[in-house]
């Protein structure tokens, strides 16, 4: 229930209780009677109404109260009608007097004065008087003063009554209200609970999967290095053999225009030449190897694996750090949230006074589930062609 609504029923009830008030205090002074008349007829005439609207906003209140409220009521219809029978008796006897007044008046001029002498007139006025006394005993200052007691008490109990529901119902509205701000705060945090256990899995995921790549990213350089190691060391070899080569041949020449050329010098030349053929068709294998091998590295799919892996691993540092900074947010408000659930609790508990239940501890986290080993299949055996070179 709105606040608004017990502020109506506080002023409404302060409304009633003034006009109970002002209906005794005119019925204890006796100064004006036609004005507590009229102030009577419109509690009568208004309580109906205002009883009816309390029920209508106030559809809460207990059936006790409303019983008692229409007990005062048919007290109130039934003094009225019973005073203005009282009245109206009364005003009947008062004409009834005149007239048989007038008429003794009439019959005294035709009776003797011997009858009249016999009448005893004491014994007829003490009878009006009786019956004067009677019929205005209903506006005797006891009467209204008994009346305005009953009524009195019982308009301070109904409004005792009104004004403990009234309490009762706001104090009831108030920890309901708390409750379902605390099972709000609980909810909430419970979500965000949830979404923090997601992202910390997904940063697990994402820090594997980085891990992977950068383990991948390293054996792939580690390569291409011996690689280029080897490269280098057969441009160099072949190098060291084009030069013998050329020492070899200008030796041959110094020799053959210096001295005469004998069957050993001829066998030396022969197997020089053999051996320069041998050399120069390992060289050119050599060299066509090796431009096989960088047409290899360069056209092959490992590059573009590796172009591919370092670009992934970028993406896979921001989402990272991304990752991260939403953890750091989702644990300070997670924070802000358990701060507030136990405000609201140390409320509830000032408000209620209920023993507090202890609150479970939150699920374990489950495992993360193994990845399964990938494996390339358009992947370069390093291994073999590092072989093949060492063998050459």
């Given at each position: 229930m709105p606040f608004s609504f017990f502020l109506f029923l506080f002023c409404s009830l302060f409304s009633l209780s003034l006009l109970l008030y002002g209906y005794f205090s005119c019925l204890k002074r006796e100064k004006s009677k036609n004005t507590c008349n009229k102030l009577l007829k419109l509690m009568v005439f208004r309580f109906p109404s205002f009883l009816s609207s309390c029920l209508f906003l106030c559809f809460p209140v207990s059936q006790m109260v409303i019983e008692e409220v229409s007990a005062i009521q048919e007290n109130l219809e039934i003094e009225r009608t019973c005073r203005e029978s009282a009245e109206a008796l009364a005003s009947k006897l008062d004409r009834q007097n005149r007239s048989l007044k007038r008429k003794s008046m009439m019959l005294l001029s035709h009776i003797s004065p011997e009858t009249i002498a016999d009448i005893d007139l004491n014994d007829e006025a003490e009878e009006s008087e009786d019956l004067h006394a009677s019929s205005h005993d209903c506006l005797s200052p006891q009467c209204c003063t008994s009346i305005s007691g009953t009524v009195e008490s019982?308009?301070?109990?109904?409004?005792?009554?009104?004004?403990?529901?009234?309490?009762?119902?706001?104090?009831?509205y108030l920890n309901t209200r708390m409750c379902s701000l605390l099972l709000k705060e609980k909810h909430d945090n419970t979500l965000l609970i949830a979404e923090t256990l997601r992202q910390k899995k997904l940063l697990g995921k994402y820090h594997r999967v980085s891990q992977l790549a950068v383990e991948?990213?390293?054996?792939?350089?580690?390569?291409f290095n011996l690689e280029r190691d080897l490269r280098t060391e057969a441009e160099n070899y072949a190098r060291a053999m084009?030069?013998?080569q050329k020492k070899l041949k200008r030796q041959s020449q110094i020799l053959m225009q210096s001295s005469s050329p004998s069957q050993a010098l001829q066998d030396a030349l022969s197997q020089v030449t053999r051996l320069t053929e041998e050399l120069e068709t390992k060289r050119l294998e050599h060299q066509s190897q090796i431009k096989t091998m960088e047409d290899m590295l360069g056209s092959s799919e490992t590059q573009r694996e590796l172009i591919a892996l370092r670009h992934s691993l970028e993406l896979l540092e921001e989402e990272k750090k991304e990752c991260s900074n939403k953890c750091s947010k989702a644990e300070l408000e997670l924070k802000d949230l358990r701060f507030t659930v136990e405000e609201l609790q140390k409320k509830l508990q000032a408000a209620t006074n209920p023993p507090p239940a202890p609150t479970p501890p939150p699920p374990p986290p489950p495992p993360p589930p193994a990845l399964p080993s990938t494996t390339n299949p358009l992947r370069f055996d390093h291994t073999q062609f590092t072989l093949y070179i060492i063998n050459v």
């Open positions: 019982k308009a301070y109990t109904v409004l005792t009554d009104l004004t403990y529901s009234i309490h009762s119902f706001t104090k009831e991948e990213y390293e054996t792939l350089h580690d390569t084009v030069v013998e």
